[in-house]
C-alpha cells in the first residue's frame, strides 16, 4: 500500500495570501495524483488530477505541481471559499490511497 | 450533468450487513465509467473500498474485500454496496463516486473520483 502523508495538518493563512499545501507518497506514482476539497457536511470536490490539470470549473488561482513522490498544491490568493479540508489520493496503484488532508483555516 | 444519490438505513447493528445503494442520474451506467465507493469514517479521513464497470467487474479494497461485495443494476442505473459483519469501526459516511479509467487488453487503470455523491451516514450500534 502506497502511504500518502500530508503536511501540515493545520495551515493558518490570511486571505489574500498565498497556501502550500504539501503531499507525500512513501513510493513513486509519477504523476497519478488528485486533490480535493472538503467543506463542512460536503463531500469531496475533485480539483486537479495528473498532478497539474484543473478539473472543469476550477479557478486559475488552483494550482498543482510534482510527480513522483513530492506534489504540492497551491493556492494563490486566498478567498474565503477556499477556506476548507485538501486531500490528495494517488492512482498509480490500484489500492488508490488518500492522504489525512490538511485543513486550511483562516489566520 | 452527472449526479449521485446515495439511500440506505442509516443505523445497522453489529455483525449485521451494511446496504447502500447509489443512484445515477444524467448519464447511462451502461455507457462507461466505472463507479465507486468511499468512506469517511467521523472527523477521519478517505478510505475507497471498491468500484465496479456495468460489464460486473471489480476491484475491491483487500483491507475489505472479504467482506464487501459491489453489485450494478443497469436497467435501474444504480449500484450498490453490501458490507458483512459489520463493526463500530465501519461507522462512517459512505459516498459513491464516478471512477474514470483506461483498459488495456490485459488490464483497467483506475484513476480520480468526480463526481462525487452528498454521503450518507451509517452508523453501527445496537
Known amino acids: 500500500e502506497i502511504v500518502m502523508t500530508q503536511s501540515p495538518a493545520t495551515l493558518s493563512v490570511s486571505p489574500g495570501e498565498r497556501a502550500s499545501l504539501s503531499c507525500r507518497a512513501s513510493?513513486?506514482?509519477?504523476?497519478?495524483l488528485a486533490w480535493y476539497q472538503q467543506k463542512p457536511g460536503q463531500a469531496p470536490r475533485l480539483l486537479i488530477y495528473?498532478?497539474?490539470t484543473r478539473a472543469t470549473g476550477i479557478p486559475a488561482r488552483f494550482s498543482g505541481s510534482g510527480s513522483g513522490t513530492e506534489f504540492t498544491l497551491t493556492i494563490s490568493s486566498l478567498q474565503s471559499e477556499d477556506f476548507a479540508v485538501y486531500y490528495c489520493?494517488?492512482?498509480?496503484?490500484?489500492?488508490?490511497?488518500f492522504g489525512q488532508g490538511t485543513k486550511l483555516e483562516i489566520k | 450533468q452527472v449526479q449521485l444519490q446515495e439511500s440506505g438505513p442509516g443505523l445497522v447493528k453489529p455483525s449485521e450487513t451494511l446496504s447502500l445503494t447509489c443512484a445515477v442520474s444524467?448519464?447511462?451506467?451502461?455507457?462507461?465509467?466505472?463507479w465507486g465507493w468511499i468512506r469517511q469514517p467521523p472527523g477521519k479521513g478517505l478510505e475507497w473500498i471498491g468500484s465496479?464497470?456495468?460489464?460486473?467487474?471489480?476491484y475491491y479494497n483487500l483491507s475489505l474485500k472479504s467482506r464487501v461485495a459491489i453489485s450494478v443494476d443497469t436497467s435501474k442505473n444504480q449500484f450498490s454496496l453490501k458490507l458483512s459483519s459489520v463493526t463500530a469501526a465501519d461507522t462512517a459516511v459512505y459516498y459513491c463516486?464516478?471512477?474514470?479509467?483506461?483498459?488495456?487488453?490485459?488490464?483497467?487503470?483506475?484513476?480520480?473520483?468526480?463526481?462525487w455523491g452528498q454521503g450518507t451516514l451509517v452508523t453501527v450500534s445496537s
Open positions: 489520493q494517488q492512482y498509480n496503484n490500484w489500492l488508490y490511497t
Open positions: 513510493q513513486s506514482v509519477s504523476s497519478n
Open positions: 463516486a464516478r471512477h474514470p479509467h483506461s483498459c488495456s487488453s490485459t488490464s483497467c487503470y483506475l484513476y480520480w473520483f468526480d463526481p
Open positions: 465496479i464497470y456495468h460489464s460486473g467487474s471489480t
Open positions: 495528473g498532478a497539474s
Open positions: 444524467g448519464y447511462s451506467i451502461s455507457s462507461g465509467y466505472y
